[in-house]
């Protein structure tokens, strides 16, 4: 059976009180609708529409894709007459399911149950139970819980107000009944709307036996009308992936303190502290430890690594039993081998510490390629920019580079130099030299200090 999706995305979000249309709007730093984009996309269907409204411009410009068909809804007169702007393209036999881009949060398991719910029949809704289920549609059932109809909040009597099923607005239809209902719908209610909800009662009429079916939690059906539901999206959304990191073995210090926005794999007895920001493509190996206030993004941690408070790490691969930080800030490109470190107020950029070499203090290394077991002193700059190209320092292993040298590069430090603390290091040390690259020391005796004038 072909599917095709219909995502409504017309409303403005007045409420969002933004430039911005709602739909792009973030949960985890990705637009919702992009969200809800990628549920539709998991059910391999062979249409996607895009009803949009607000905002073309930079939704277009945003929300890109082979498979999305842009439908103008010019003017918002409701739910149904959003899906009627469909009908040229909806195929009889179809099932059409219909989205909304302002609810991020659906799981595409849940769509495949209410799928799976309705396959024998035309029409199908996701309903919830709610003990406060004010500003839903309610589910009209009869008393042999067939489902007969949906009452609007506004167009309900009071014993319909008690009714605790409600409408969480994603449905799945058969294509050629769906256009007849669409094609009947009238605007004669409370809000003077064209109500897709209507098309329920037209089914019920002719006999369809409507199916149900629920969500696993209701975060996955809610919408953000504003910036506080989003927020509360945002939570929601954190919590799920917080489980998931739990569940594949990570200790969460404060899980409701956790935030990745991207993926992230863990392996076991992982532990990742407070305020930690995940984004990207990132993987911690077994035993990884993430210090608070670390930001980590499109990087791999190998096993045993700890990574301490207040780092920096982007687009970096770090072998196993790595330490960085605290304060380590690890720039695009940068490689640590097994038991290398980085200690505070180190940056690297394109660069690699060789198994078990150190740069533990106040250093730059860019465009550096340093061997095993080196020691990198604190405050060593490699000078890699001559103010219109980039250049590479090579540093061989056991070399130990004392503290405050400038490696001005291209230069080469061969294994088992030795540079002498305060170096300007110009041309290549080869293997086992000490270089020695400052002014001499002169000591001068009964020096007096100058004095200032008039005293
Ligand atoms: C709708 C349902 C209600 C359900 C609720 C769940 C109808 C008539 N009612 O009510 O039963 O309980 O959702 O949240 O469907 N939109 C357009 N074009 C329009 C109108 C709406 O694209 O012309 C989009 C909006 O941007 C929004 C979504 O459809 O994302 C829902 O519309 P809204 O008017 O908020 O419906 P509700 O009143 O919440
Ligand atoms: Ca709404």
Redesign the pocket.
């Given at each position: 059976m072909k599917l095709r999706i219909i995502i409504?995305?017309?409303?403005?979000?007045t409420r969002m009180r933004s430039k911005l249309p709602?739909?792009l709007h973030k949960v985890a730093n990705k637009p919702m609708i992009e969200h809800v984009i990628e549920c539709a996309r998991a059910l391999n269907p062979s249409a996607i529409d895009l009803?949009y409204?607000h905002g073309a411009e930079q939704l277009k410009q945003r929300v890109t894709g082979d498979d999305l068909n842009w439908i103008e809804?010019q003017?918002?007169?409701?739910?149904?007459?959003?899906v009627q702007q469909a009908i040229p393209f909806i195929k009889d036999d179809e099932k059409v399911v219909v989205l909304?881009?302002?609810?991020p949060l659906l799981t595409a398991e849940t769509l495949q149950a209410l799928l799976d719910a309705s396959a024998d029949t035309d029409l199908g809704l996701l309903t919830m139970f709610l003990n406060n289920p004010v500003?839903?549609?309610r589910i009209i059932r009869d008393q042999d819980k067939q489902i007969q109809g949906?009452v609007?909040q506004k167009d309900a009597n009071l014993d319909q107000l008690r009714i605790d099923e409600?409408?969480?607005?994603i449905m799945v239809a058969s294509g050629a009944p769906f256009k007849s209902w669409l094609k009947d719908l009238s605007n004669d209610n409370a809000q003077q709307?064209?109500?897709?909800?209507?098309v329920v009662a037209m089914a019920a009429e002719q006999g369809v036996q409507i199916a149900s079916a629920q969500p696993q939690q209701t975060s996955e059906?809610e919408?953000a009308?504003n910036r506080q539901q989003l927020a509360s999206l945002e939570r929601a959304f954190q919590w799920r992936m917080a489980e998931q990191v739990m569940t594949a073995g990570a200790t969460l210090v404060d899980p409701a303190r956790f935030d990745c926005r991207g993926q992230l794999q863990v392996g076991e007895d992982v532990v990742i502290d407070v305020n930690v920001v995940f984004e990207g493509n990132v993987q911690l190996g077994d035993g990884v430890i993430i210090e608070p206030n670390c930001v980590i993004k499109d990087a791999s941690i190998g096993d045993g690594s700890v990574i301490r408070a207040n780092s920096h790490i982007e687009g970096a691969s770090l072998g196993k039993n790595c330490k960085v930080g605290p304060f380590g800030r690890l720039r695009v490109g940068s490689t640590l081998a097994d038991e290398a470190q980085i200690g505070n107020f180190v940056e690297m950029k394109k660069s690699r510490l060789g198994k078990g070499s150190k740069a533990n203090h106040l250093t730059y290394l860019g465009d550096t390629e340093v061997g095993e077991f080196a020691n990198i002193g604190a405050g060593t700059i490699t000078c890699n920019y001559d103010g219109v190209n980039k250049s590479v320092t090579e540093i061989g292993d056991n070399a130990f580079i004392g503290s405050n040298s400038s490696l001005v590069a291209p230069v080469s430090i061969g294994a088992k130099a030795t540079v002498g603390a305060g170096s300007v290091i110009t041309r290549t040390v080869e293997a086992e030299e000490l270089a020695v690259g400052r002014a001499k020391q002169r000591n001068i005796s009964n020096w007096q200090r100058p004095q200032k004038k008039g005293s």
């Amino acid at each position: 059976m072909k599917l095709r999706i219909i995502i409504l995305a017309a409303g403005k979000g007045t409420r969002m009180r933004s430039k911005l249309p709602k739909v792009l709007h973030k949960v985890a730093n990705k637009p919702m609708i992009e969200h809800v984009i990628e549920c539709a996309r998991a059910l391999n269907p062979s249409a996607i529409d895009l009803i949009y409204g607000h905002g073309a411009e930079q939704l277009k410009q945003r929300v890109t894709g082979d498979d999305l068909n842009w439908i103008e809804q010019q003017q918002q007169l409701g739910t149904g007459h959003a899906v009627q702007q469909a009908i040229p393209f909806i195929k009889d036999d179809e099932k059409v399911v219909v989205l909304y881009g302002d609810v991020p949060l659906l799981t595409a398991e849940t769509l495949q149950a209410l799928l799976d719910a309705s396959a024998d029949t035309d029409l199908g809704l996701l309903t919830m139970f709610l003990n406060n289920p004010v500003g839903y549609g309610r589910i009209i059932r009869d008393q042999d819980k067939q489902i007969q109809g949906i009452v609007e909040q506004k167009d309900a009597n009071l014993d319909q107000l008690r009714i605790d099923e409600v409408n969480t607005g994603i449905m799945v239809a058969s294509g050629a009944p769906f256009k007849s209902w669409l094609k009947d719908l009238s605007n004669d209610n409370a809000q003077q709307e064209y109500y897709l909800t209507d098309v329920v009662a037209m089914a019920a009429e002719q006999g369809v036996q409507i199916a149900s079916a629920q969500p696993q939690q209701t975060s996955e059906v809610e919408g953000a009308n504003n910036r506080q539901q989003l927020a509360s999206l945002e939570r929601a959304f954190q919590w799920r992936m917080a489980e998931q990191v739990m569940t594949a073995g990570a200790t969460l210090v404060d899980p409701a303190r956790f935030d990745c926005r991207g993926q992230l794999q863990v392996g076991e007895d992982v532990v990742i502290d407070v305020n930690v920001v995940f984004e990207g493509n990132v993987q911690l190996g077994d035993g990884v430890i993430i210090e608070p206030n670390c930001v980590i993004k499109d990087a791999s941690i190998g096993d045993g690594s700890v990574i301490r408070a207040n780092s920096h790490i982007e687009g970096a691969s770090l072998g196993k039993n790595c330490k960085v930080g605290p304060f380590g800030r690890l720039r695009v490109g940068s490689t640590l081998a097994d038991e290398a470190q980085i200690g505070n107020f180190v940056e690297m950029k394109k660069s690699r510490l060789g198994k078990g070499s150190k740069a533990n203090h106040l250093t730059y290394l860019g465009d550096t390629e340093v061997g095993e077991f080196a020691n990198i002193g604190a405050g060593t700059i490699t000078c890699n920019y001559d103010g219109v190209n980039k250049s590479v320092t090579e540093i061989g292993d056991n070399a130990f580079i004392g503290s405050n040298s400038s490696l001005v590069a291209p230069v080469s430090i061969g294994a088992k130099a030795t540079v002498g603390a305060g170096s300007v290091i110009t041309r290549t040390v080869e293997a086992e030299e000490l270089a020695v690259g400052r002014a001499k020391q002169r000591n001068i005796s009964n020096w007096q200090r100058p004095q200032k004038k008039g005293s």
